[in-house]
């Protein structure tokens, strides 16, 4: 069974850090380009970062770039994504994605509250 | 970054009727346009790929059209549980974006 289980997420005081994970079994992870994407409360998607099969092509939102980081361990089938100087407006449930000519496999999601 | 409007906002309809969703994008994406439905408390699940591909599993019902800037999707016949939120995408070029969705409702 094709599956994608996020963890790592919580509550996060402004400034601070946290490393989300995403296990991912069923499938060939190296073949395939991954996302990670958010979802505010109340609001809509948006794609926050991508990494390709092997990790040498990596791309970012502009309202992440230079605080996030995405990575990914082919030999673990694990996706990483490493958020540092957190915002408020990072608050949202953040969801691993696979992609294959569209968001094929999503993750359950793991909630992500910036707050003081 | 490519933009995408949805119309409407909100769709008000009874079981059993058609509905039809707009998404309009800033600049032409070809057909490199995604649906999805999401339900409360729920994952967002694709629907449509590729502007008119059904994925895995999506009901005959539910079917895609469009190319360039205008993309519409279809449900033929309301279910109970197609009550939801839908969401277009384009994946053209990056930042990938979504509209806004098209909740749509029961009458």
């Known amino acids: 069974e094709v599956q994608l289980v996020e963890s790592g997420g919580g509550l996060v005081q402004p400034g601070g850090s946290l490393r989300l994970s995403c296990a991912v079994s069923?499938?060939?992870?190296?073949?395939?380009?991954m996302h990670w994407v958010r979802q505010a409360p109340g609001k809509g998607l948006v794609c926050v970062s991508r990494i390709n099969g092997d990790g040498s092509n990596i791309d970012y939102a502009d309202s992440v770039k230079g605080r996030f980081t995405i990575s990914r361990d082919n030999a673990k089938n694990t996706l990483y994504l490493q958020m540092n100087s957190l915002r408020a407006e990072d608050t949202a449930v953040y969801y691993c994605?696979?992609?294959?000519?569209?968001?094929?496999?999503w993750g359950q999601g793991t909630m992500v509250s910036v707050s003081s | 970054e490519i933009v995408l409007t949805q119309s409407p906002a909100t769709l008000s309809l009874s079981q059993g009727e058609r509905a039809t969703l707009s998404c309009r994008t800033s600049?032409?994406?070809?057909?490199?346009l995604n649906w999805y439905q999401q339900t409360p408390g729920q994952t967002p699940r694709l629907l449509i790929y590729?502007?008119?591909d059904r994925a895995t599993d999506t009901p005959v019902r539910f079917s895609g059209s469009g190319s360039g800037t205008d993309f519409t999707l279809t449900i033929s016949s309301l279910e109970p549980e197609d009550f939801a939120v839908y969401y277009c995408?384009?994946?053209?070029?990056?930042?990938?974006?979504f509209g806004q969705g098209t909740k749509v409702e029961i009458k």
């Open positions: 590729g502007a008119s």
């Open positions: 994605v696979r992609e294959w000519r569209a968001f094929d496999i």
């Open positions: 995408q384009q994946r053209f070029i990056w930042p990938y974006t």
């Open positions: 069923g499938f060939t992870f190296s073949s395939y380009w």
């Open positions: 600049q032409s994406i070809s057909r490199y």
